[in-house]
């Protein structure tokens, strides 16, 4: 595969596909601009290059008709006050509109395309769609890993159809750092998985077994493999019908010497709130009209523990629902732990991602992965088909 730096973009048409699906108020305007920030080392070497810069994404699931709210116009002020150059906005992704802009461009300009998704073909990778996308420029560069592990024809079919195709900067960090952690990692390696359920995660678990030296889990997951214990779990979120299964990884887990740790005390309340009145008790005694929210105090040393033994981790998922005060305390600790480290960190996901952002620490990870499907398809052994069609 071949990345930006290896190009000589001089005088080119350089079609690039971000991910500047962000989040937008109810008049439209742009309220986080991480992902656009994250496409500018790209967009910026292609301009230092002398290149001209055709930026593309998707916004939203319009499902193939052309819907203002999902409109990228809003975009194009953003992306032209961080870059501190006017970027016109094209409202169509292909066609005589697009080419015509595409061939008054000089070097050093920036377009940004309308939505991809405003047709039917960008979903469905469709071949005609691709060559329509492939006439605008004179290579190809992927910058969205977030949607790379969906094949659609801007990042997938496309290749067929240009010259010249490589990856940009957030997606060769996206997947050297994860070789790094999970390809040759320095161990221990130590992998910490949260989130709500056990089947969203299954294969996850099961691969992550064949790598790591010792695994973490917490949230309301956790609940499902401690029921399997035969453990009562009150009001507290279990999926019953992977009783089965949570026991088979764990035995997965003893024959392959993965240390498999679990919570030994939690915070209940009677539901999930603001002002709940909550108690901390161990996981041997959940009463019935209760339920886990958090992690408890005595868990959140022994998972520390491991965490500072750890020279790589890997975190996917938070360990109680964060979101609410009295059942942050889990996650936001763990943060402060993995920090204290020093170990390499790759974390991925989107709740995980905006904990630790809320702990003012994300500068203090190693990584944070920009993709939360395409994460998790990686930590499942996957291989993402828009990586793959680099090749």
């Known amino acids: 595969m071949k990345y930006l730096d290896q190009l000589d973009v001089g005088g080119k048409k350089v079609l690039v596909r971000v991910d500047f699906n962000v989040p937008m108020d109810k008049a439209g305007n742009?309220?986080?601009d991480t992902r656009v920030r994250a496409s500018l080392a790209t967009i910026n070497y292609i301009l230092a290059g002398g290149g001209k810069a055709i930026v593309m994404s998707h916004l939203g699931r319009p499902k193939g008709k052309r819907v203002d709210e999902?409109?990228?116009?809003?975009?194009?002020?953003?992306?032209s006050a961080l870059l501190k150059k006017e970027v016109p906005f094209i409202d169509d992704c292909i066609g005589e509109k697009v080419l015509h802009a595409a061939a008054e461009m000089k070097a050093g300009d920036v377009i940004l395309l309308e939505n991809l998704r405003?047709?039917?073909?960008?979903?469905?990778?469709?071949?005609?769609?691709?060559?329509?996308?492939?006439?605008?420029?004179?290579?190809?560069?992927?910058?969205?890993?977030?949607?790379?592990?969906?094949a659609a024809a801007s990042n997938t079919a496309i290749t067929r159809f240009m010259p010249v195709c490589a990856a940009g900067f957030?997606?060769?960090?996206?997947?050297?750092?994860?070789?790094?952690?999970?390809?040759?990692?320095?161990?221990?390696?130590?992998?910490?998985?949260?989130?709500?359920?056990?089947?969203?995660?299954?294969?996850?678990?099961e691969n992550l077994i064949d790598k790591v030296d010792k695994l973490i889990v917490g949230g309301g997951m956790a609940f499902t493999f401690l029921k399997a214990q035969g453990f009562n779990v009150g009001k507290s979120l279990c999926e019953t019908e992977m009783l089965d299964l949570a026991r088979k990884i764990m035995?997965?887990?003893?024959?392959?010497?993965?240390?498999?740790?679990?919570?030994?005390?939690?915070?209940?309340?009677?539901?999930?709130?603001?002002?709940?009145?909550?108690?901390?008790?161990?996981?041997?005694?959940?009463?019935?009209?209760?339920?886990?929210?958090?992690?408890?105090?005595?868990?959140?040393?022994?998972?520390?523990?491991?965490?500072?033994?750890a020279k790589t981790i890997v975190w996917n998922g938070p360990l109680g629902m964060f979101e609410l005060a009295p059942f942050s305390s889990g996650t936001f600790k763990l943060v402060d732990a993995v920090v204290?480290?020093?170990?390499?960190?790759?974390?991925?996901?989107?709740?995980?991602?905006?904990?630790?952002?809320k702990t003012g620490k994300s500068s203090q990870i190693s990584y944070i992965s920009t993709g939360g499907g395409a994460f998790l398809?990686?930590?499942e052994g996957k291989t993402l088909p828009a990586v793959a069609a680099l090749g």
């Open 30 to 32: 742009v309220t986080d």
């Open 70 to 79: 999902f409109s990228l116009k809003p975009v194009a002020p953003v992306l």
């Open 118 to 150: 405003f047709h039917p073909g960008e979903d469905k990778n469709d071949e005609a769609f691709a060559q329509e996308l492939a006439k605008i420029g004179d290579m190809y560069i992927n910058d969205a890993f977030a949607v790379s592990h969906r």
């Open 170 to 205: 957030l997606l060769k960090n996206e997947i050297e750092y994860f070789n790094q952690a999970m390809g040759n990692p320095v161990r221990p390696l130590v992998a910490i998985i949260g989130g709500a359920k056990v089947s969203d995660k299954i294969t996850v678990l």
């Open 251 to 309: 035995d997965k887990a003893k024959s392959k010497n993965v240390l498999f740790l679990l919570p030994v005390d939690v915070v209940i309340a009677k539901a999930p709130a603001a002002d709940a009145e909550t108690s901390v008790v161990g996981v041997k005694d959940i009463p019935d009209d209760e339920m886990g929210l958090d992690i408890g105090p005595a868990t959140i040393a022994a998972f520390t523990d491991v965490v500072q033994s």
């Open 340 to 357: 204290a480290s020093g170990a390499l960190t790759i974390v991925g996901g989107g709740d995980t991602d905006t904990a630790i952002h």
């Open 377 to 379: 398809e990686l930590l």
